[in-house]
């Protein structure tokens, strides 16, 4: 898939998304790692629970959660430093996407 086609396939995805939020939780996945618990207790709020410590703590029926890799794949680096995956793309797709996508990068405050 080329770049601009990923951008469509966002930009579609995005515009799923109502304008007004009320119905639904935006999860920026940056927050989730730089800022785990007030994003956490955000979700849990949003979703009408009360927030747990045991929330903060990923399992699968009860037992520890590592991920979600049916394949086996580890990329521990990159989710514990999501600013490590903006580094593994040129100059020239990083700015295909910041102008294609920019009113959706925007919306979820992301900085251009």
Request: charged share 20%.
């Amino acid at each position: 898939m080329s770049v601009e086609q990923y951008c469509l396939w966002v930009k579609g995805r995005n515009d799923l998304l109502p304008a007004e939020n009320a119905h639904v939780f935006i999860l920026r996945y940056e927050d989730l790692i730089e800022n785990t618990e007030a994003t956490v207790r955000a979700m849990a709020d949003f979703a009408g629970i009360g927030f747990q410590q045991s929330l903060l703590h990923p399992t699968k029926n009860g037992t520890p959660w590592s991920g979600n890799s049916s394949r086996g794949i580890i990329r521990q680096e990159i989710y514990a430093n999501p600013a490590r995956a903006r580094e593994q793309l040129s100059a020239d797709t990083i700015k295909t996407i910041e102008t294609k996508l920019a009113g959706m990068l925007s919306r979820f405050n992301y900085s251009l």
